[in-house]
C-alpha cells in the first residue's frame, strides 16, 4: 500500500515516523509540504518520497492522509480531487471538519476521520476514530494501523463523539501541561532550583498515570489511598475542592467541545 500525506507538519512527521519506527517501508510513503526543509528532514531521517506540490505521483495513493490545518483543507481537497484514483481512501485528522464537508469536497464517501494528540509525537498518543458509511474496510484498516504506529486508538460510534474526544484526549495534554507549569512553579517558589521542580512535576504526573494504568483502580480510589485524614495530602485536596477544581475542569472540558462544534460549522 502507498500513502501519501498532504502535509508534513508536527502531525505529519509524527505520524510518518511512527509507521517508519514501525516497518512501514519509507519508500511507499509519499509526503507534500511546501516547505524545503522539512521536506528534507523527512527524506533524511525516513527515506520517504515528498513534493513540494500536488500532482501526478499522487495518482500512485492507496490511501490519502489530510494533515492539513482545517482552514486550508478545503482548497487542498478541491486541488487533489481530480489526482486521485477512484479507489483511494481518505484518512482525515483535521480537527472540526465533518465527513459531509469532505465528501463534498473530494467526491468520495470512502473517509475515516481521526483525532489524534500531540503526544503522538513520542508514540503515546491516543487517537479516536470515525469510518463513515461509504469508508471501505480496506480504509478502516489501513487508518487504525497508521494511527496505532503512535499510540492508542479507540474506534467511536458516532461522528459527534469526536467532539468529546476533542475536549479530552484531543485538547488534555494542555490541561496536564497547565498542571505540571502551575506544580513546578509552586515548589520553584518555596526553594526548589527550575531543574529539580521540573523533575518532581514530571515524575508526579508519570508516576500517577502508571499507578492508574496498571492498576486498574477507580481513579476516586487511588486518590483515597493516597489521602489520609486531617494529613498533608487532604489539606491540598480541601483547597482543590474549594477552588472548585471539578467545576472548572468540567467548564474547560464543555468549552473545548462547544468550540470544536463551532468550527465544524465554520468548515462546511
Not at 5 to 27: D, T, W
Not at 52 to 57: F, K, M
Request: hydrophobic share 45%; glycine share 10%; with cysteine.
Amino acid at each position: 500500500m502507498k500513502i501519501a500525506f498532504m502535509g508534513g507538519g508536527n502531525m505529519g512527521s509524527a505520524i510518518v515516523s511512527g509507521l517508519v519506527a514501525h516497518g512501514f517501508p519509507g519508500s511507499d510513503l509519499m509526503v507534500c509540504d511546501p516547505n524545503a526543509d522539512k521536506r528534507e528532514a523527512l527524506e533524511t531521517r525516513c527515506g520517504v518520497c515528498t513534493h513540494e506540490a500536488a500532482g501526478s505521483w499522487l495518482s500512485e495513493a492507496d490511501l490519502v492522509v489530510l494533515a492539513v490545518k482545517p482552514q486550508m483543507l478545503k482548497d487542498c481537497c478541491e486541488e487533489i480531487r481530480p489526482l486521485l484514483k477512484s479507489s483511494a481512501g481518505i484518512l482525515s485528522i483535521a480537527a472540526g471538519v465533518a465527513i459531509e464537508s469532505l465528501a463534498a469536497w473530494l467526491g468520495t464517501r470512502d473517509i475515516v476521520r481521526a483525532m489524534p494528540n500531540t503526544p503522538a509525537k513520542v508514540g503515546s498518543g491516543f487517537t479516536g476514530l470515525f469510518a463513515g458509511a461509504g469508508a471501505a474496510e480496506q480504509t478502516r484498516q489501513a487508518a487504525e494501523r497508521i494511527m496505532a504506529s503512535v499510540g492508542r486508538v479507540l474506534w467511536l460510534d458516532s461522528e459527534e463523539d469526536i467532539h468529546i474526544v476533542t475536549g479530552g484526549p484531543g485538547s488534555g495534554p494542555a490541561y496536564v501541561f497547565l498542571f505540571l507549569e502551575s506544580l513546578a512553579e509552586a515548589l520553584e517558589k518555596r526553594g526548589m532550583s527550575r531543574d529539580f521542580a521540573r523533575e518532581l512535576a514530571l515524575s508526579t504526573v508519570e508516576g500517577a498515570a502508571r499507578l492508574a494504568r496498571e492498576t486498574g483502580e477507580d481513579f476516586a480510589q487511588l486518590r483515597r489511598n493516597v489521602t489520609s485524614k486531617g494529613g498533608t495530602t487532604a489539606k491540598a485536596l480541601e483547597v482543590f475542592e474549594k477552588r472548585d477544581a471539578r467545576g472548572m475542569m468540567d467548564e474547560a472540558v464543555g468549552a473545548c467541545i462547544a468550540r470544536s462544534r463551532e468550527m465544524a460549522e465554520l468548515f462546511k
